[in-house]
């Protein structure tokens, strides 16, 4: 949460004549995005979104996330539209950086998901895939099953300082995720976002209005999407004292409202509890390598890889889809 | 730059169920304000600020800056117009901390405030005094002169580790201002701001929109306002290099826009220099404490007190107005 980049008056004016889209009237920081710098921009014509990529984000991906919103707009569905400067190109570049003005997308993102959002998300989320069925471009899930021995390797250390005896149960979850993986190559693939969390949808009311932050979407398992789902929006922390909870009736909303709109397949069906742990095995990773890359006086914190280490442990007794509600 | 304060879905739906301005489309957290948390809240109705106040503010203050903002709303003067709720209260209670909905306003922070700018300001900081005569409340400035010796006690170290021989010419300038400060005593006096950066300040193109963030307003002499805006708005950091230079062009523009509007006594005039090192003071002694009390390897760094330094050395060898172009 943090803007990275200052941007100064006449670097933005200059930005700014590139576009047909009018005289600027309000310029704040977001405090959104732990990877960008977004900028809310106001003009006397509509709202906006500036946002500069910062150093995280690998500039040769840009062209894939601007063509899938580009694509996503022009079917309609809600999310952030890549608006192009006078001479069609909607990557750009400000202060040194690659930079996208988008439009501004209406709604709030929920942080106590309710069970109608659930079904509303699944549904949206299967919308999606519909609506980039069609979509040409690829690229490979960099924070796939492939990357885990690599994310893994070196931390066992950290990880049993963070609970005694967890860099064991990781070991073995990572050989039964790895053995396992070549189950899920012949799932129906596609387009994933793969990082919809419920900071990355949007809601008006308990209607799904959008979704927003396409900068790990990848082609993989349309059915991982929606495992990383089940992992973001269906545990429970009001209860965290005694850990996560599956909600079975959060998981259940968001699975059928998926289905609903893409119908599972009995092999997607079957998938789901694999996939779901090796969703959880990727937050719990990534999270494991920025707590021990970050000097523990920080101010801003890294988030607790544990919340992860007790989903991979309900995912690692479930034994059907039926625990999930599918 | 941050959001102290996460406000839960319930939480904000039972707070705006207390007012009549519709229901939310959108809500983002703002990298904006160093003291308290900030959201942009978009509604059915029209676009707002919510803040919500963090414990660096006193909340005995709170009634005097929403009532100041009321006054100059009252009287048209462009800043953050306090929503009162259905009860006619406007500041509230939300998530165990004081809060309060401000209209937003229209306008751009100048990062390098040009003299146009500058000319603006200062006459729309002598509007604001003008709109503030009849204001009955008021706050002693706890940041004045008297706070000095306190500020500065048991830091000359800090200061001549950031640059040798600091803690002497500080030590030096303290004597000055606090023997000289019963000079300013008879000036006149009112409501100031008397945080008046740039940041705090909205334009739309060159021309003044509006001030914000009132949260040091307080009863002083109405020329130290102009000083201390002097001071933020009339060095040139372009040339960081060589040193802050004062620029002559810039400081005229806004004494000159400030005394079309309401015209600078002689008195006021003359007090210029002394009010200008005393506004430095004030500004190096915050910043060296908030330097001495922050860790060296936190994240958030907090601004170097040279600055300021700097601009007390202008001020030290001043002859008189004559050199700040009044």
Redesign the interface.
């Known amino acids: 949460?943090?803007?990275y980049t200052?941007v100064?008056?006449?670097a933005?004016e200059a930005f700014l004549a590139e576009y047909e889209i009018g005289?600027?009237?309000?310029?704040?920081?977001?405090?959104?995005g732990v990877e960008n710098s977004n900028y809310?921009l106001?003009t006397d014509q509509d709202r906006f979104i500036l946002t500069l990529f910062e150093k995280r984000v690998d500039a040769a991906d840009l062209p894939y996330f601007i063509s899938l919103k580009q694509h996503l707009a022009a079917k309609a569905f809600p999310c952030p539209r890549p608006i192009p400067g006078r001479d069609g190109a909607a990557l750009r570049e400000l202060c040194g950086r690659p930079a996208v003005i988008v439009s501004?997308l209406?709604?709030?993102s929920?942080?106590?998901p309710s069970r109608p959002q659930c079904r509303e998300l699944g549904a949206g989320l299967a919308r999606m895939h519909l609506a980039l069925e069609d979509f040409a471009m690829t690229r490979a899930n960099s924070l796939g099953p492939a990357s885990f021995q690599g994310l893994w390797s070196g931390r066992a250390k950290t990880a049993d300082e963070l609970e005694t005896g967890l860099a064991s149960e990781i070991e073995a979850d990572l050989k039964d995720i790895i053995s396992a993986r070549t189950l899920s190559a012949h799932l129906p693939r596609g387009t994933i976002h793969a990082d919809l969390f419920p900071d990355n949808a949007f809601f008006?009311?308990e209607s799904f209005s959008g979704i927003i932050d396409f900068y790990f979407a990848c082609t993989d398992a349309l059915a991982y999407d929606l495992a990383i789902c089940l992992n973001a929006w269906a545990f429970d922390d009001a209860q965290r004292a005694s850990g996560l909870q599956y909600s079975y009736s959060h998981g259940a909303a968001l699975i059928s409202g998926y289905d609903a709109v893409r119908p599972l397949s009995d092999a997607e069906r079957a998938a789901l509890p694999l996939l779901c742990r090796t969703a959880a095995m990727r937050f719990f990773l990534t999270r494991l390598v920025d707590w021990s890359d970050t000097?523990p006086?920080?101010?801003?914190k890294p988030k607790n890889p544990l919340e992860y280490a007790q989903r991979l442990r309900f995912h690692r007794h479930a034994t059907g889809p039926a625990d999930y509600g599918a």
């Open positions: 949460m943090a803007v200052q100064d008056d006449g933005l005289m600027p009237r309000s310029f704040k920081g977001i405090a959104e809310y106001e501004f209406d709604g709030l929920p942080r106590q008006l009311d000097p006086d920080a101010l801003v």
